[in-house]
């Protein structure tokens, strides 16, 4: 069965928050809604579990039309940011909670089925206040799994962690919601998150979403200049595209996946990397670390540009360094990729 959301549009007073979306989600599937702060994510996710009552649209499970009907009745499951847990049950009463509310009595191999879905077994009677934030969060998804949704909408469900356990937990969750079987929307701002997570991004500005497709597809040929920027390309420049070799401003690199014909492509920092055999040549003018690389910043002629190096190699602000272009740092913007 697939969820199929056609025209949904939201407003509030005179701002449109959700603006004539559609998006399927497939049996199974688990979809990213990817975007920046205030762009219409939570509220579409809302919609769909019918808690958004001026929302216009259809959506539809299968033939069956989910627009009119109450958000008991969707078969929902829903986990937000802060898990939202009754800190006075213990782990067990919490995810049982999941199952009496859709007036299932909770047994307890079903809560410790869910439990150990969820690589919990064992924490039955500890109480959820006691748990870390990761915890809390596999407590809160165990709770919404319990009733076997048809559809779970989770809505930044990693963003209260910190970074380390974000990740960590991004790659559970992954290949949690495949064990679960459940299809899936998942809420994020966080590229890695939703690239992680999802076999489908949906990427979404100003209430409208602009592309869909798998993390390869949007990440390589993202739609606009716009969408460009936000995954990360900082800059954008005119190119050729003859037999799959892109040419532009700072040389040649072949792209085996671009179609060929005048295009327009962008460059993340790590398509520029310091290598003594690469073509160009430019002078530090400022490098950071970050966790497992280091940036540059580096003066080509008249422009700076960035790039990346090895911590190893990385040289000093004021040397000179040679670069080479690199294809996974690039993308081609709008339908010019094949
Ligand atoms: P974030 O990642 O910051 O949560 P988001 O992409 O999920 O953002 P929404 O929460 O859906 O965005 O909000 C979209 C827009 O609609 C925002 O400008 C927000 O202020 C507005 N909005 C959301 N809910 C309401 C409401 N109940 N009444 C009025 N405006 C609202």
Redesign the pocket.
Known sequence: MTLNIRGLT?R??Q?T??DNASLKIGNGEVVALL????????????SVAGL?PEAKGDIRWGDEDLTKMPVHKRGIGLVFQDGQLFPHRDVAGNVAFGLRMHRIKPTQPRVDELLDLVGLSGYQKRRVTDLSGGEQQRVALARALAPKPRLLLL??PLSALDRALREQLALDLARLLRKAGTSALV?T?DHDEAFTLADRVAL?RT?RIVQTGTAEQVWRSPADEQTARFLGCELIEDAVITNHIAEFDLGRVELPWAQDGPARIGLRPNALVADPEGALEGEVSGKVHRRDHVRLLVKIEHREVDAVATMATAPEPGQKVRLRLDSDGLAVLGDHAG
Request: net charge negative.
């Open positions: 939201v509030f007073g701002m928050a959700v975007g920046p702060s205030g762009c219409g994510k939570s509220t579409l996710l809302r958004e809505d930044e809420v701002h979404m209430g």
